[in-house]
């Protein structure tokens, strides 16, 4: 199998990177790339679905460790920007963090994404796709003040995502493609789709700021009460 190359010469490839500003790196951009609000606005929309389905069903999803107590004050747009510039990881790093969070929910079928756990997987997420793919990032407990988790938190959490994945980090050339090309798909789609009843997983494939990076803290769930 051809696993992800950035420097690979399909045509495909570089119309997706120009599309979604994929190129450069993180630190290379004066403004936020393209493929964070494309990615926010498809997450969004299944935390939605999924919020109205838990509500007409009245069903309990499960709780893992991914779980707050209550949703975070940013939305997952703003999340996402935060990230994005404390971290000055390649965006491409952000197509792969969405693969991640595909293989973790489908991996659980009772554990939906939603407002509660969407935050946490994805500095989780980010983190270890900066990891796999550029050549330097930083150390967990700086994404731990970036993402407003402890560093032991972030450590569990890593962890959590890295068996539940079966340490399946490495994404084909195809699938990145897909990934890609279902994010413009469903990114437009989200914004006239009126949200069915059923739960929804990830559908489609199998310089700083002067803030300080320790607002925005995430409330933590106690482990005790995760099943």
């Known amino acids: 199998m051809e696993y992800l190359a950035l420097d690979s010469d399909s045509d495909f490839l570089m119309e997706s990177y120009s599309s979604l500003d994929l190129n450069g790196l ?38 893992t460790i991914f779980d707050g107590l209550r949703p975070p004050s940013l939305c997952i747009r703003q999340y996402l920007e935060r990230i994005f510039e404390y971290s000055s990881c390649s965006p491409s790093c952000f197509i792969l963090a969405y693969i991640y969070m595909d293989r973790f929910i489908h991996q659980q079928p009772e554990v939906p994404l939603t407002s509660l756990n969407v935050h946490r997987l994805l500095i989780t997420s980010v983190m270890v796709a900066a990891k796999f793919i550029d050549d330097a990032f930083f150390d967990n407990a700086y994404y731990a003040k970036v993402g407003g988790v402890s560093t032991t938190e972030i450590n569990r959490l890593e962890l959590e995502l890295l068996f539940t994945l079966d340490f399946r980090l490495q994404v084909s050339i195809v699938a990145f493609q897909t990934c890609c090309a279902h994010l413009e798909k469903e990114a437009g789609g989200y914004q006239i789709e009126r949200p069915p009843v059923k739960l929804c997983k990830l559908r489609g494939v199998a310089a700083r700021k002067k803030e300080d990076p320790n607002d925005h803290a995430l409330v933590r769930i106690n482990r005790c009460n995760a099943v």
Request: proline residues 3%; glycine residues 8%; hydrophobic residues 40%.
């Open 26 to 63: 993180g630190k290379g951009f004066s403004e936020c790339p393209r493929v964070l609000s494309v990615l926010s606005s498809v997450l969004e929309g299944t935390v939605l679905k999924n919020a109205i389905a838990l509500d007409v069903t009245k069903k309990q999803k499960r709780l």
